[in-house]
């Protein structure tokens, strides 16, 4: 399965890579993170890649494909990918193309997030000001004057490849505006309507994902917070405590009680005994007259 997001800054794009990778099995190819790889490895296109950075200039096409190209022949890659940050532009999109025919690979489908610009800016806006509230420090790329300007970037290089892959029968798009497990539904209904995956490898994902989800939410629901165990111990030692002390005094009352009751058993008999001994001796005088 070859997939490429498309959609705006903040449409969702890495949240729903995520949740595909972790469903197929497939692995995620990030142009950036391809680049810095490849020029730590210091493979050729790695190299032609870090003199270009070093003189401050951009990498051109031609060496992030081959970068791409490098990647896609490595093993994990053997059961699918994920383009992220690229392609930008139609002219990557029509290289990638040459790329994966050159290799004899096809492209399954080309999902568009669409959002509300508007709503995203709105998001960003309220973030900001409740993270300034809190006295948190605000990244200087997570401003809405930055997203305006990376919105403006996505609409003048980006989005004619909506067109592009439109007219090819690739793209299919999902309104990014749903909730996110209502947006995972979506692309996977259309992947299998694409015949991008087999109904018996979604349903064993899709059951895996849910055993996974389950297994998340019991982990979750067993990790209480540290105040709140030690909160519950601390309550347990209480009446632990509590326990042992009223056990204490039930058993020294009672046994000042039995001690009582005995005592008063004792002088009785004593009485009786000392009444007996009087009166056998008043007896034998009475016989001796």
Request: hydrophobic share 40%; charged share 30%; no cysteine.
């Amino acid at each position: 399965m070859r997939i490429i997001l498309l959609g705006p800054p903040g449409s969702g794009k890495g949240t729903q890579a995520q949740l595909l990778l972790q469903r197929y099995g497939i692995v995620q190819l990030s142009t950036g993170e391809m680049l810095r790889a490849a020029v730590a490895a210091g493979t050729p296109v790695g190299l032609k890649a870090k003199e270009i950075m070093a003189s401050g200039g951009l990498v051109p096409d031609d060496v992030v494909v081959g970068i791409i190209s490098d990647r896609i022949d490595q093993p994990d890659a053997r059961n699918g990918f994920i383009l992220d940050g690229f392609p930008r532009t139609v002219p990557q999109a029509e290289a990638l193309d040459e790329l994966l025919k050159h290799k004899h690979l096809k492209l399954d489908a080309v999902i568009e997030l669409r959002v509300n610009e508007s709503a995203l800016l709105n998001r960003v806006e309220t973030r900001v000001a409740q993270m300034r509230e809190r006295g948190e420090e605000v990244r200087l790329d997570d401003t809405p004057e930055v997203l305006t300007k990376r919105l403006a970037s996505y609409r003048n290089q980006t989005e004619p490849l909506i067109h592009y892959y439109s007219e090819r029968r690739k793209l299919s798009t999902i309104d990014g505006m749903m909730a996110i497990d209502e947006v995972t539904r979506a692309i996977h209904r259309q992947l299998l309507a694409l015949g991008a995956v087999e109904p018996k490898t979604h349903a064993r994902s899709a059951a895996k994902a849910a055993l996974a989800k389950k297994a998340r939410a019991a982990q979750k629901s067993t990790k209480k917070p540290a105040k709140t165990v030690k909160k519950a111990a601390k309550s347990a030692k209480k009446a632990a405590k509590k326990a042992v002390t009223g056990a204490k005094k039930a058993a020294k009352k009672a046994g000042k009680k039995a001690a009582k009751k005995g005592t008063k058993r004792t002088a009785k008999k004593a009485v009786k005994k000392g009444a007996k001994k009087a009166a056998k001796k008043v007896t034998k005088k009475r016989a001796k007259r």
